[in-house]
């Protein structure tokens, strides 16, 4: 019409399209990164690639404003003023470097173990621990042991596997769903795309989740389940299954070893002289090896007077302690309700069964025709996993999936290439330090008995981080909130260096924040800090910047070379095996460096012998030359694609293997065989086409682990048997945490705690919207989560005549804070919560002083402490998982009460003084 302005409905968006791997969470989607003018003009998701297909959520479409972002580090940082004065002058790389290099070459010549280094939230584990251990030193971990190594750990060892990284639902056939303690962060594109697939057709969806969010929200029942109680429940629905015969006797009798016997007076796995678990074969009536050929194992036969670990399991879990009656009150669930739900789970189970027509043959040499499917899945994260029965819980949950046949099972939980992987053929931990050398091997791993652990010749810690002990024996991801805290208190001795990557130790990345800042700011009598060193990395301006003595700035994602491997965190699914790439779309605008690259400058500065050759000349000229030309073993490199002509998934290194990712779209994939896509563990379709693309070195084939035989023999050690004995004060413990049948026990701070008056749990979600705490800089995320109120349910906001947008203080007891609230009737009524992340200190992130990030933002980590209170025998208990070490960020026990509104939320810290500018308050297109 006349008059009616143009519109150009079809504008140029970019000039070239360059495909990459997202990082604004740890999905590691695919997506298309439209550039324009050699600027970054819009962010889409690969429709091609196998982990999203397509889909992009609010934070990878935001990727864009992390490349545009105002607290992006611009050139190497040296500190002039005290620590946390955020007082810094600007230096060239090779003073960066060379400063680096004087610290850490005398530590390596002499004493390696006096150099910390632990990463947070990077996926580049394998390069990063490669590093390390060149280096020598025993003290390396990542951020798994304050996130979820209670349910990656209780997976490995119970069958092979966990949740998320490890595997996925059957989402093709699954037709019961239940998710324990998942918030919306981890994994999000694949199970929302999931669960749509659920309910297109009409499949049932589960939560049990205190907190009525995300993925619970679209559930079809929610239970708000009170925190720390999800292992008695789990028990519970085993006690009802077990007592209605709801079982898969054969799948139990065939892959578990709950046919194993037990020895009576030891309570260890009857074996033979090579060490192979002794079942007694139904048809024969004799004692052979779980492996034999044609056999079936018998679950209740007894030999000489010893029973099977099934008949242990059925004494254990028909016992009255674990009726619904007997677990209503103390999980908040009604007894009808947890009847209902294994009701549910029995009928979907076995009455909605069906066989896919695909013959297999298992490794026994036994044919099968049909694949039989158990249609019910579960996943679970964080909330069951952080607490300090969270590995027992996890094996419960395991266990659960075990004993209806659901797991690698059509309809049930499916292994992700590389994984399955039995806990016998993973590493075990390494500790030995000469110096000028190389650690005897690799740091993390699994433990079989007291002789892996990480243990001195006098029997102290050889670990900086205390893992690997008496203390927590099973510690596979080490314990990376307890370095700062030891490394001050110098138990079990002093460090020299802090070498900290991407990990935000002086805020929401530690418990007990404020005693971080003053263990970080500490010095002696002389005057000198009691860390001497602090070298940090990270791509933006968070609060660890300002503690740290030396700044190697990082890239932004979009910037640099990653590798999403085989070795580490790989993309794969159920069905194929993949692994990808990050490439420099755009080049940084800034004097900074991809920290990969930083370290491999370093290893060849400090004569690392992974990181030269043999003329004592840098072997990789940078991260992506490692990427290429690193073999971990012949063969066997960081990416699996490309490598040779056949495409197996090894052989040489090929120069052009990045190029071909880059054409590929940034990734390389390669799908299971039809029949090999079920029974992984015990398929030798699948074992052997494992062995083909490089996952094993031969077939390994195994038992899933009802009853883990290691914690027996840490509770014989405890016992006084054996060489190696726990410390008195551990031995009671020992012997009672580490059962090798699952067992609940009530949180520890629960009984450090008056109950009567710390009568409320409190909680910390991360949102969809946000993963790493950098996303809360983002000038498009904030908008969705810019403050962050204590939600609050409904019966308390009226009980403390509470209104949405009043104040409380919120009192644990290890300290207070003052936090805005909101109602939330959807919420367990004895449990508070918030999102994790969100708040802010002044001074940080570019942002303004009066952002509410940092006037109403707050963390519920000023409530928590690394330590238990003292129950009065002299001791100070660590605030984790007996077993693992993982941190109990959700054991935390509170009160309010109403106050009147402060200026802002409380704690206030001092302001820091920033080494970059707050940013402008609008950002136009084109500009950085």
């Not at 908040?332 to 009847?339: D, E, H, S, Y």
């Not at 996952?695 to 009802?706: A, E, H, I, K, T």
Request: aromatic residues 10%; proline residues 7%.
């Amino acid at each position: 019409m006349k008059d009616q302005p143009y519109l150009d409905t079809s504008p140029k968006v970019s000039d070239e399209i360059r495909k990459t791997t997202c990082y604004m969470c740890a999905c590691r989607c695919g997506i298309n990164v439209h550039v324009k003018n050699n600027k970054v003009s819009y962010i889409e998701g690969n429709k091609d690639h196998p982990v999203n297909k397509g889909v992009l959520c609010a934070k990878g479409s935001a990727g864009i404003m992390q490349i545009n972002a105002p607290s992006r580090l611009k050139s190497p940082l040296k500190r002039v003023g005290p620590r946390g004065s955020g007082e810094f002058e600007e230096i060239t790389w090779e003073e960066a470097l060379n400063l680096a290099t004087t610290w850490l070459k005398p530590i390596r010549e002499k004493n390696p173990e006096k150099l910390a280094f632990f990463t947070g939230r990077d996926q580049s584990q394998s390069f990063t621990s490669f590093w390390a251990q060149n280096f020598g030193t025993p003290n390396y971990a990542a951020h798994g042991g304050f996130c979820s190594v209670n349910m990656a750990a209780a997976g490995i060892y119970t069958m092979g596997g966990a949740f998320w990284e490890f595997g996925q639902p059957d989402w093709e056939h699954t037709k019961l769903f239940m998710l324990f303690g998942v918030a919306e962060d981890h994994d999000s594109n694949p199970i929302k795309m999931g669960i749509g697939k659920l309910k297109a057709r009409g499949a049932r969806i589960i939560g049990i989740n205190p907190i009525r969010t995300g993925y619970s929200a679209v559930a079809d029942d929610w239970v708000g389940i009170t925190p720390g109680t999800d292992g008695l429940f789990i028990m519970s629905l085993i006690h009802l299954l077990l007592k209605a015969g709801k079982i898969d006797l054969a799948y139990l009798s065939q892959f578990s070893n709950a046919p194993v016997l037990v020895d009576n007076d030891t309570g260890l796995l009857l074996k033979d002289k090579n060490n192979k678990e002794l079942v007694i074969d139904q048809k024969s009536g004799k004692l052979v090896t779980y492996d034999t050929k044609n056999i079936s194992p018998s679950l209740t036969a007894s030999h000489n007077g010893h029973q099977t670990v099934f008949y242990h399991m059925i004494e254990k879990y028909l016992s009255d302690e674990f009726s619904p009656e007997s677990v209503a009150e103390r999980t908040g669930i009604k007894a009808g309700k947890i009847r209902a739900i294994a009701t549910e789970i029995a009928r979907v189970a076995f009455e909605q069964s069906f066989e896919i027509a695909e013959p297999w043959t298992d490794f026994r040499g036994k044919k099968h025709k049909t694949m039989v499917a158990r249609p019910v899945s579960f996943h679970a994260m964080r909330g069951i996993s952080a607490h300090s029965n969270g590995f027992q819980t996890c094996r419960a949950l395991h266990v659960l999936q075990i004993i209806l046949g659901t797991v690698e099972v059509p309809g049930g939980f499916r292994f992700k290439p590389p994984y399955p992987k039995p806990s016998s053929i993973h590493p075990k931990p390494h500790c030995k330090v000469t110096p000028g050398a190389p650690l005897d091997g690799p740091h993390l791993g699994f433990v079989h008995g007291p002789e892996d652990l990480c243990l001195k010749q006098d029997g102290s810690p050889a670990r900086i981080d205390k893992a690997f002990t008496w203390e927590n024996p099973m510690s596979a991801h080490g314990l990376m909130h307890m370095v700062i805290s030891n490394a001050h208190a110098g138990d079990p001795y002093k460090i020299d260096t802090l070498f900290m990557y991407m990990a935000n130790m002086s805020w929401n990345s530690s418990m007990n924040t404020k005693g971080v800042i003053e263990m970080l700011t500490d010095t002696t009598d002389s005057g000198d800090y009691v860390i001497p060193h602090i070298i940090y990395s990270d791509a933006y301006s968070s609060e660890m910047v300002a503690y740290a003595d030396l700044i190697l700035p990082d890239t932004t994602y979009l910037e640099r070379h990653d590798c999403i491997s085989l070795l580490d965190r790989p993309i794969c699914e159920a069905d194929a095996v993949a692994d990808s790439i990050r490439w420099p779309v755009i080049n940084p605008d800034r004097d900074v460096r991809g920290f990969q690259s930083v370290l491999c400058d370093l290893g060849a500065r400090l004569k690392l012998p992974g990181f030269i050759d043999d003329d004592g000349n840098a072997k990789f000229k940078d991260y992506a030359d490692y990427i290429v030309n690193h073999e971990r073993k012949p063969g066997i490199g960081p990416l699996a694609g490309w490598r040779s002509k056949s495409d197996t998934g090894k052989g040489p290194p090929n120069q052009k293997q990045l190029e071909l990712y880059i054409k590929n779209g940034g990734f390389w994939t390669k799908h299971v065989p039809k029949n090999a896509r079920y029974y992984k563990p015990w398929n030798l379709g699948y074992q052997n086409w494992a062995v083909e693309t490089g996952l094993y070195d031969s077939p390994q084939p195994y038992l899933f682990s009802l009853y883990v035989e290691p914690m027996r023999k840490f509770q014989l050690a405890a016992m006084g048997h054996g060489k190696q004995q726990p410390p008195e004060h551990l031995r009671e413990r020992i012997l009672t945490s580490m059962d090798p049948l699952p067992i609940w026990y009530p949180p520890f701070e629960e009984t450090v705690t008056d109950n009567d008056e710390f009568t409320l749990h409190a909680l910390t979600q991360r949102p969809m919207a946000m993963y790493h705490s950098w996303g809360t800089q983002n000038a498009w995320l904030r908008q969705i989560h810019g403050v962050n109120p204590l939600y609050v349910p409904s019966k308390l906001m009226k009980s403390h005549s509470l209104k949405d947008g009043d104040w409380v203080r919120l009192t644990s007891i290890h300290g207070t804070i003052t936090v805005p609230v909101a109602e939330m009737a959807a919420l367990n009524e004895h449990t508070v919560w918030t999102w994790n992340a969100i708040g802010k200190r002044r001074g940080t992130w570019a942002l303004d002083k009066n952002a509410p990030e940092a006037t109403k933002g707050f963390l519920l980590n000023h409530l928590i402490h690394e330590l238990l209170p003292s129950k009065g025998d002299g001791l100070r208990w660590s605030n984790s998982d007996p077993i693992t070490g993982q941190a109990a960020w959700f054991d935390l026990k509170v009160r309010l009460e109403k106050v009147k509104p402060p200026s802002s939320s409380e704690p206030v810290f001092q302001e820091i003084k920033s080494p970059v500018e707050p940013g402008p308050n609008i950002i136009l297109q084109g500009q950085s």
